[in-house]
């Protein structure tokens, strides 16, 4: 959140009556007084924080980028995504960004019937990823007021074209169930020197099943 700009001094007490008699005393000499107040509504704010909104500007309260609306008609669910989330034929949807992604896909029947050991299981079906590490076990927490199992870990993706060093990322997944037959696993990744684990729960936070 950006912090008021301050005025230079400390201004007296009964300024605002020191004020008007300044103004009066100026406009009978056919002058222009002006009062030592800063108009925040006009002053120039630092880079990023002018409060441009639209699609991938950065929100003037936050600092963060607005989330993107996205709603599966398949699944009924919606979320604020990083980014343009892309559906795929069988429901899955994805947003892959430079450096954020979000990744969602549904499963359902008996194996969403049990979200813990589901995501021990799918834990182990990561291993294959390229430099893959786990950060923390699958888990119960608490986001928006409903316990879902989450787990992170590191990994890699290709090479950075700039310093020829791998891509890691660190990815947090949630196993966020509907009911006992369906069970969204919501993947939210990020580069590594970005990573901010409140940032992931926040994003996540924004998925609603409909």
């Known amino acids: 959140m950006s912090e008021a700009i301050p005025t230079s001094g400390v201004r ?3 300024g605002a009556v020191r004020c008007v008699a300044l103004f009066l005393a ?17 002053s120039k704010l630092p880079a990023g924080q002018d409060g441009a909104g639209g699609a991938g500007g950065a929100d003037a309260t936050t600092g963060e980028a607005p989330g993107v609306r996205y ?37 359902s029947g008996s194996q969403a019937a049990d979200p813990k050991a589901f995501a021990g299981q799918d834990l182990g079906s990561l291993g294959s990823k390229p430099s893959f590490k786990v950060v923390s076990q699958p888990a ?5 007021n409903r316990a879902v199992q989450k787990t992170v870990y590191t ?5 950075n074209a700039v310093t020829s060093k791998p891509n890691l990322l660190v990815s947090v997944r949630y196993y966020i169930p ?6 969204a696993i919501v993947t939210y990744s990020i ?9 992931a729960d926040d994003v996540v936070s924004t998925f609603a099943w409909l």
């Open 178 to 183: 509907r009911d006992r037959a369906t069970l």
């Open 140 to 144: 119960q927490v608490t986001i928006s």
């Open 26 to 42: 100026a406009t009978s000499l056919g002058l222009v007084a002006a009062c030592g107040t800063t108009n925040l509504a006009t």
């Open 71 to 107: 709603t599966n008609a398949k699944f009924h669910y919606r979320v604020d995504a990083p980014g343009a989330m892309k559906e795929s034929a069988d429901g899955s949807a994805a947003y892959l960004g430079a450096a954020e992604r979000l990744e969602i896909v549904v499963v």
């Open 12 to 14: 007296p007490p009964g």
């Open 155 to 159: 990994w890699t993706d290709g090479v």
């Open 191 to 199: 580069a590594a020197n970005q990573y901010d684990p409140q940032g």
